[in-house]
């Protein structure tokens, strides 16, 4: 076989794995999409969830969903991105560093049911909060914490020296540097990087079962008081979110529209996952822009 | 003149005892990285307001020299320095120094053009602001005056808003150079500043050094001879590690006493 033939055929092999990865994303979002958006309407939206009949909404689902992913991200992000500055411009190479990152990645590969347990043990039982949002939130914390903590390092290594050498040359302190010139730079990968956290976790189900619970007590959208039991903003109720409502019905609910409700509920939860990430892609991009000043 | 916050790097003593006009003066300096010493015991002493020349082959340690001299080798993990350099009397290499406070009088160029991806204006008034001047009307007034000083203002003037990456090499590095000056340093390190930059650039930069040297002191680290026959002062000639020859530019590169120097000037080596 001559070089040309081999050639042709490696483009065509990877021509090929291209268009089955194509295919499996689009076939994916058809069958979701076909089965969800026909049971999808503002009364969907809307309505609280019912235990027993038909014609439930997901409006507490949707709601806890996006709630948990803040509550999540306002903790995370600030400790990855911590985590990150310190692991990219702070720790000194040596035995120590490379102890925190070893643990950094086992704690990245752990499974989600693991530190949905351990959850449990921690935030549940021993802090005696019960099932809430901000167990639900701690979990999810220490389940995308090291892929904030690696993203952020790998964005920071990849800001060119001469930058940081730049700006340390013009008698600018180490940490103004960071602040001005390096996180500015690596901000477009580090968004990525939390986006792609946030779609796990939006998505996240096995690490909320036993931490956030699969409950939600009847909420009053009109009361904005934290500490109040019936407000949706309390982080001390339990909150069932949409992925963990999609594997509830599934497997235990009795009302007769699992069916319809269990693929309107994929269905949203997949569109919204794709919302938030081109929103936060076109909100990064613009951000990027003016700090930059490019057009 | 604006007076940008001067702080010195320790208490300054009253500078009479340095009558001979040397703004530095290298005594025994050595540098390591780890085991490997790249700078072997060079001494030499810098003239004020005057352009010296470090030329040798790669790898001499004339870059690794002048990095020492504003304490950029601290970025690079196990380099050391033994010896002293001294500034105003004060013996920079000393853990005393405050580290940030020197850079501000001792400026660096470097090879590569390294324009922050931010605004023209903000590149300029990046350390202006850190440094302490908020006031629009001074800040304007220092961004003009030093892109003046680099030749390039009345290439940007109508464009200070756009981004330093839209400009071209031989600009951005000349927007590298205004930053520096806008610190107002008394000495400024030019590492192989023209380099990486076309031949029309390069005569700009040049130029520019030239009209430098009557507010700064400048030492530039070059890999071209012609460069530095037509810009410098005093040239110093490096030779793995060691300092071979240091001697008017003029008799460097028409007499050096020293064979070596001639061997290299001519192109015999390196």
């Known amino acids: 076989m001559n070089t040309k033939t081999s050639d042709r055929i490696a483009s065509g092999i990877f021509y090929l794995i291209a268009l089955i990865i194509i295919l499996i994303l689009v076939s994916l979002f058809y069958y979701i999409l076909v089965n969800g958006l026909k049971n999808i309407s503002l009364n969907f939206l809307t309505a609280p969830s019912s235990n027993v009949r038909a014609g439930g909404g997901i409006r507490d689902q949707l709601f806890n969903s996006f709630y948990v992913l803040f509550i999540t991200m306002l903790i995370a992000v600030p400790l990855g991105v911590g985590g990150g500055i310190y692991m990219a411009e702070y720790a000194k190479p040596g035995k120590v560093t490379d102890t925190i990152r070893s643990c950094v990645e086992v704690l990245a590969s752990l499974p989600s049911i693991v530190i949905g347990m351990f959850g449990l043990l921690m935030f549940v039982n021993l802090t005696g909060w019960g099932y809430t949002i901000l167990g639900g939130a701690l979990a999810l914390t220490v389940f995308n914490l090291p892929v904030i903590v690696r993203v952020s390092e790998d964005a920071i290594r990849s800001v060119p020296r001469e930058l940081k050498e730049a700006s340390l040359a013009l008698g600018i302190t180490h940490w103004h540097t960071i602040k001005t010139v390096i996180l500015p730079s690596a901000f477009p990968t580090i968004l990525t990087g939390i986006i792609l956290a946030a779609g796990r976790v939006f998505g996240e189900a096995a690490a909320l079962l036993f931490t956030a619970g699969l409950s939600t007590p009847r909420l009053d959208y009109a009361n904005w008081n934290p500490f109040s039991q019936t407000s949706p903003l309390n982080i001390f109720r339990p909150a069932e979110t949409l992925a963990v409502h999609i594997w509830s019905v599934n497997t235990q609910g009795l009302i007769p529209d699992v069916e319809e409700v269990s693929s309107g509920s994929a269905a949203v939860l997949v569109i919204s996952v794709l919302i938030f990430n081109l929103l936060a892609r076109w909100i990064g991009s613009m951000i990027h822009r003016k700090i930059t000043a490019t057009k | ?270």
């Open chain 2, 1 to 270: 003149m604006v007076t940008a916050t001067k702080e010195r790097p320790v208490e300054s003593k009253t500078v009479q005892s340095n009558r001979k006009q040397n703004i530095l003066n290298v005594k025994n300096l050595e540098i390591f990285y780890g085991e490997k010493r790249a700078v072997n015991g060079i001494s030499l002493d810098i003239e004020k307001n005057s352009v010296t020349a470090l030329i040798g082959p790669s790898g001499c340690g004339k870059s690794t020299f002048l990095r020492s001299i504003n304490r950029m080798n601290d970025l690079i993990p196990g380099a050391r320095a033994k010896g002293e350099i001294l500034y105003e009397d004060i013996n920079i290499l000393s853990d005393q120094i405050n580290v940030v406070a020197l850079r501000k009088e001792i400026g660096m160029v470097f090879q590569k053009p390294n324009p922050f991806p931010k605004s023209i204006y903000e590149n300029i008034t990046h350390a202006l602001k850190f440094a302490g001047i908020r006031k629009k009307s001074e800040l304007d007034k220092i961004v003009e005056e030093s892109l003046r000083k680099a030749a390039l203002w009345e290439e940007v003037k109508d464009r200070l808003q756009k981004s330093s990456l839209s400009l071209s090499g031989g600009q951005q590095q000349r927007l590298c150079i205004a930053r520096t000056i806008a610190m107002k340093p008394t000495v400024m390190l030019l590492d192989e500043p023209s380099s990486a930059l076309d031949p029309i650039s390069n005569s700009k930069v040049e130029d520019l050094i030239v009209e430098l040297k009557k507010d700064y002191s400048i030492i530039i680290v070059t890999h071209n001879m012609q460069q530095a026959s037509r810009i410098s002062d005093k040239t110093a000639f490096f030779l793995s590690g060691d300092l071979i020859e240091y001697d008017l530019t003029e008799k460097i590169f028409t007499n050096p006493s020293v064979k070596k120097t001639e061997e290299y000037i001519s192109g015999r080596f390196g």
